[in-house]
Structures are given as C-alpha cells and as structure tokens.
C-alpha cells in the first residue's frame, strides 16, 4: 500500500550535522507497551524504522541530499522536515511524524519524546463501537464516557460521544465526529504514556494567563 509521508516539526530545530554528538539512547519500552497500527507505545526510533520502511528512505535521502537541491520546496522546509524526522528517529530527540494512507486511517501522527514513541493520534473511519471496544481490550480496561450536543449555523444538530481511558500506564482519548457537513464521518483516537499526558497537564496548569 502506498504512503506519503510528512514530518510535522513541533520545535525550531536545526539541520543536525553528521558531525554532531549523539546523545544516549533512552532505554525501550516497546515491547512490553500497548501495540496500534504495528508500533508499540514506547517503542525507539530505530524500533519505528524497522516497521516503516518509506520513513528510512526518506531520512536517506534527507543525508544525501542535506539542501534538498532535488525537491519542489524551499530549503529551510526540507531542512525542517528532515531535522524533525533526524531528530525524533536518530539523535533520541523530540519530534512528530505524520504517515497518511489507507492502512492506517485518514491520517496518523507519532510523537516522539526522547526518543522514545509517547503519543499516537489517528483519524479511523470506523464506528465509534468498533474502537472503543477494541481499545478497551488492548488497555485493559473501560473508559468513562460523555456525550455532548452541537448545532451548526443552519440549525442542525448532532450528538458526538466521547470515551476517555486512565490506567497507571497510559491515557487514551476516543472522540467521534458526527457533524453532518462533514463529507466523512471519522473518530479521533489519541494513545499516550501517562508521563507524557501527566506532563502536559502540569505544563498546561503552570502556563500564565494571558494578563500575566
């Protein structure tokens, strides 16, 4: 099946050089962690690669051709996709990868911290059942659930339910897109490590207000 790929740059980083000191591989996680789309929460860079084999290709040719002197976008894009996907897959960085294709949704993004994978988001086409109850197996438990009413412009409404899962390990998001504007109707599902949402949340509680 055919993908495109697309590296997402979270932070202003630059182009690593080959030179460059690599710093220590955190220690891997994957294969005791929870498995989506043949990745494994937790799981190294070098881990990542092994399943996609378009990512490696494409990170050769971000070291082959540093300026990006044989693509149809500016140099300072590429340099930026290529220090996010170098980052994130190489030097135990931070960074996101975007994959879009048929075999794994819409879209599917991987957040890597460390270097280590923490956080998986993807948009399923799939009845929010169908997720929730196949998530709830692979979590080992249930989540607790919402669901909200929305009304558009020109009057319509439509209810939208929401599953959220908290374990000692992970939390995991489930949120299902009804809106009847929508040329398709699709879930969002965001898997990740609990020190990654418990940091985030901490992070968010310390932001100043705007009037700071």
Not at 50 to 57: I, N, R
Not at 131 to 144: C, E, F, H, V, Y
Request: net charge negative; with cysteine.
């Amino acid at each position: 099946m055919t993908k495109f790929y697309i590296a997402i740059v979270l932070l202003a980083l630059s182009f690593p050089g080959a030179a460059q000191s690599k710093p220590a591989p955190n220690a891997s996680i994957g294969g005791q962690g929870l498995r989506i789309k043949g990745h494994v929460i937790g799981e190294t860079g070098a881990e990542f690669l092994k399943a996609e084999p378009q990512v490696q290709k494409d990170l050769n040719e971000c070291h082959a051709d540093p300026k990006g002197q044989n693509v149809y976008i500016s140099e300072e894009a590429y340099r930026s996709i290529c220090g996010s996907e170098i980052n994130a897959l190489e030097n135990n960085g931070d960074g996101t990868i975007q994959i879009s294709g048929e075999d794994v949704g819409d879209v599917a993004e991987w957040r890597f911290e460390g270097g280590l994978l923490t956080v998986v988001s993807i948009s399923l086409c799939c009845e929010y059942h169908a997720i929730r109850d196949d998530l709830s197996k692979r979590i080992g438990a249930t989540p607790s659930e919402s669901k909200s009413v929305y009304q558009n412009g020109f009057g319509a409404r439509w209810a939208a339910r929401t599953a959220v899962w908290m374990t000692r390990k992970y939390h995991a998001k489930l949120f299902e897109n009804n809106d009847p504007t929508s040329e398709d109707r699709y879930s969002v599902v965001t898997i990740e490590t609990r020190k990654s949402y418990d940091a985030a949340q901490i992070k968010e509680k310390n932001k100043p207000s705007p009037l700071d």
